[in-house]
């Protein structure tokens, strides 16, 4: 209809009669035509003819690059209103998704795995990049008999007090931990630099303990924002450095985030964060962070995400950008579509 449009301007400006302009409503999108005197255009110079055929190619090209230039300054249009690239915020949650039950719309994401989280594109990046360096240690990893595979990556310093009331001493046809609970196994301490073949796969008893209560611990082993040295021995001598045992083709990872609309949040006043470090909303119980075990591609692709926060606790204008971004873009392919349908002999 845009093109048309210009099309009746510069018929207009041309001297050109108009016979008569009609809008119509297709199967997929609206439309319109205008129709005018053949014979007077036929009369016309070759430039202003030219004029006239071309103006709804135009007109849609010029809408392609308002929509491509709007979507470029979105965020600074609306920087009085949302903030951008803080950290991703969840839009949807289906009932599908793994992390029904875990997450919510308004929650903001804040790390995987400890590292620093800024968009949707960064989580389904760190995702990928935790799924493949996981299946690189499923070759370096040991099998426990009777519970699954022990992996050398990760790992927990958990002090020694709490394995002693957890161990659980592994005999034949030993079951596995309770539903509740998790089973870890304590990893020897080695030198990343030498070789895996080189150490005994020898571990201590099993110990069950609970997910929750672990992930509180420091961290140990070769997470990805691991700084060792070249060794995993960065617990002190009262803990000890426990790894989850895992199943095959089941991943562990952490998901750290905070929920700004929750009634223990809104009580403290937050409004940005921004404002406050991300383990100040954690502390404050405005968030948490939880485990999830298993395919974590399907994961990360099961939520939808936004990179932009309200600056002001208004769970109603969670979804506008994501709609303007929609709206956009979908104005931009349609106007291009069009454009180059209009361009053809």
Known sequence: MLGNLGIFFTQGSEGIQMEYIAIFIAVLFPGALVAFNYELLQALPGFAALRVYCAGIWHNAVCCAVCGLALFLLPLILFAFYQH????????VPSTSPLS???????VIISLDGVRIHSSQEWMEMATLVNILAHENLNSS??????????????YCVPNPVLEESKIGLIENQSSCPDYLTSFVTIPCFDTNMSVDSHPNTFEPTNCLNAKDVVKFRKCGDWVTATTNGSNCTCSQDMSCLSPIQIPGFIWIE???YSPYSPECLKLGRKS???SRSSEFVDSNCGGTFVFVGDIISMASSVQLTAYQPRWASKFGIYLPNVL???LMCTFHVSLTLALLNSLP
């Open 101 to 107: 039950g875990y997450l919510s719309p308004g929650d």
């Open 142 to 155: 040991s099998y426990n008999e009777g519970f699954g595979r022990v992996s050398n990556a990760k790992g």
């Open 325 to 327: 971004e929609r709206l």
């Open 255 to 257: 998901v750290t985030y």
């Open 273 to 275: 964060f921004a404002d």
């Open 85 to 92: 690239g803080e950290s991703p915020m969840v839009l949807d």
